[in-house]
C-alpha cells in the first residue's frame, strides 16, 4: 500500500505566520488523467472533518485563499499564510489514487 | 446543509458484533459514493472501505474485509458499517464521508466504539 509520512507531528506558530506542512507519499500520486490524488483535510475539535484541498491544489468550495496545496510526484505540502486563530487543529493528507487508501499521521499546528 | 449523522456506537466485549447507521440529508445520497473511515485514540485515520453510490460494488481495507461490511439504504439516505468479532484494536470513532475520486467532501461527527470487556 501507498505510505503517506507527514514528519511533523507538531508545528508551534504564532498568529500572521505563514506555515508549510509536508506529506510524502511512497510512490507517485500522479494518475493517467494527469492529476494528482492527494487531499488534504482539517480536523477541529468539535467540528466535523472539512476538506480543504484536493488534487493536490485545488480548493474545496468556501475554503479561504490562505489555504494553498502544492507539489507533484510524491511531494506535497499544504501552506498556510497570515496563520488566523481558527487554523490551529489538525492536518491531514490523504492518497485516493490506489486502494486501500492510506492517511498520513497528521500534523497538529500549536500555538507558540 | 449537507448533513451525516453516525449513531450506533458505545461499548462492545470483544468478539461481539455491532452495526453502525449513518443517516445523510441536504443532497441526493443515491448520487454518492461513501466511505467508512475510523480514527483512533491515538488519532490515527484509517480508511475502511467504499460503497458504490448504488450499492452494486463495495471495497475494503484488506485487514478489515473479513469483518466489517458496508451496505447502504438508497430509500433510507441510510449508510451502514456491520462490524463482526470486534477487537480491542477496533476501539475507535468512526466516521461516515461522501465520495468522489479524489475528496471526501462531507463527513459526520463520528460515533465512538469501544471494545472492552
Not at chain 1, 510512490?27 to 494518475?31: C, E, G, I, P
Not at chain 1, 496563520?83 to 487554523?87: G, H, L, S, T
Given at each position: 500500500q501507498i505510505m503517506l509520512t507527514q514528519q511533523a507531528e507538531s508545528l508551534w506558530i504564532s498568529p500572521g505566520e505563514r506555515v508549510s506542512i509536508t506529506c510524502r507519499a511512497s510512490?507517485?500520486?500522479?494518475?493517467t488523467d494527469g492529476k494528482h490524488y492527494l487531499s488534504w483535510y482539517q480536523q477541529r475539535p468539535g467540528q466535523t472533518t472539512k476538506a480543504l484541498i484536493y488534487h493536490a491544489s485545488v480548493r474545496t468550495d468556501g475554503v479561504p485563499t490562505r489555504f494553498i496545496g502544492s507539489g507533484s510526484g510524491t511531494e506535497f505540502t499544504l501552506s498556510i499564510e497570515h496563520?488566523?486563530?481558527?487554523?490551529f487543529a489538525i492536518y491531514y493528507c490523504l492518497q485516493t489514487l490506489k486502494s486501500p487508501y492510506t492517511f498520513g499521521a497528521g500534523t497538529k499546528l500549536e500555538l507558540k | 446543509e449537507v448533513q451525516l449523522v453516525e449513531s450506533g456506537g458505545g461499548l462492545v466485549k470483544p468478539g461481539a458484533s455491532l452495526k453502525l447507521s449513518c443517516v445523510a440529508s441536504g443532497f441526493t445520497f443515491s448520487d454518492y459514493w461513501m466511505s467508512w473511515v475510523r480514527q483512533t485514540p491515538g488519532k490515527t485515520m484509517e480508511w475502511i472501505g467504499d460503497i458504490k453510490y448504488d450499492g452494486s460494488y463495495t471495497n475494503y481495507a484488506p485487514s478489515l474485509k473479513n469483518r466489517f461490511t458496508i451496505s447502504r439504504d438508497n430509500a433510507k439516505s441510510t449508510l451502514y458499517l456491520q462490524m463482526s468479532?470486534?477487537?480491542?484494536?477496533?476501539t475507535a470513532t468512526y466516521y461516515c464521508t461522501s465520495y468522489d475520486s479524489y475528496v471526501m467532501d462531507a463527513w459526520g461527527q463520528g460515533a465512538s466504539v469501544t471494545v472492552s470487556s
Open positions: 510512490q507517485s500520486l500522479l494518475y496563520v488566523q486563530p481558527e487554523d | 468479532n470486534v477487537r480491542s484494536e477496533d
